[in-house]
C-alpha cells in the first residue's frame, strides 16, 4: 500500500520560497503521477501541479504557473514541489495524491493521498 508523507511547510513572508516534498513509502512513485493539491480556509480544492510517471509531462494551474516547478527524485522515491514568489493566496493545506501513471483533472481519481501540511504566506 502506498503512503505519502508531505514535509517542508511553514510560514513564510511574502515573496518568499518554500519546497514541499511527498515522500512515498510501500511501493515505487516509478508507477504513479503525483499531483500536489491545496485547500484555503473556505473554498475548494485545487490542483495546483502534476507531474506524470515517467517525469516528462508537467502541469500546472494557472495561479502558480511560473512560480512553482514540480519535479521528481527517484532515488529518494519522493517528488518536490518548488514554491517560488509566495503570495498570501498561496496559503492552504497542501496535498500530494497519487494516481495511476497520468494525471488527473479529477481529484476523485488520485488513490492515494498525503494528510497534508499547512503553508502560511504573510503579508
Known amino acids: 500500500q502506498l503512503q505519502l508523507v508531505e514535509s517542508g511547510g511553514g510560514l513564510v513572508q511574502l515573496g518568499g520560497s518554500l519546497r514541499l516534498s511527498c515522500k512515498a513509502s510501500g511501493s515505487s512513485l516509478d508507477y504513479y503521477a503525483i499531483g500536489w493539491f491545496r485547500q484555503a480556509s473556505g473554498k475548494e480544492r485545487e490542483r495546483v501541479s502534476c507531474i506524470k510517471s515517467t517525469g516528462d509531462w508537467t502541469s500546472y494551474s494557472d495561479s502558480v504557473k511560473g512560480r512553482f516547478t514540480i519535479s521528481r527524485d527517484r532515488a529518494e522515491n519522493t517528488v518536490n514541489l518548488q514554491m517560488n514568489s509566495l503570495k498570501p493566496e498561496d496559503t492552504g493545506v497542501y496535498y500530494c495524491?497519487?494516481?495511476?501513471?497520468?494525471?488527473?483533472?479529477?481529484?476523485?481519481?488520485?488513490?492515494?493521498w498525503g494528510q497534508g501540511i499547512q503553508v502560511t504566506v504573510s503579508s
Open positions: 495524491a497519487a494516481v495511476n501513471w497520468v494525471c488527473s483533472d479529477y481529484a476523485d481519481e488520485f488513490m492515494y
